[in-house]
């Protein structure tokens, strides 16, 4: 095989070798963004049971008189 074909072979290669790296970055990218959606998601409902809770506790102690 001539030394300018196999050349032309390692460019492509480097070429989607930097095309992989970028993509593996982004999957990386959005992983962290999906993880962090799904922790906020869990932080509001844990803060809505919390107020629902509150709720009940208040309704409690107006049934004894607190």
């Known amino acids: 095989m001539p030394i300018s074909v196999m050349n032309a072979l390692e460019d492509k290669v480097r070429e989607q070798q930097k095309t ?23 932080i509001e409902k844990q803060s809505r049971q919390i107020e629902e809770l509150q709720a009940q506790v208040k309704a409690l102690m107006s049934k004894i008189n607190v």
């Open 20 to 42: 992989i790296d970028a993509q593996a970055k982004r999957l990386e990218t959005l992983e962290s963004q999906m993880g962090n959606q799904n922790q906020q998601a869990i």
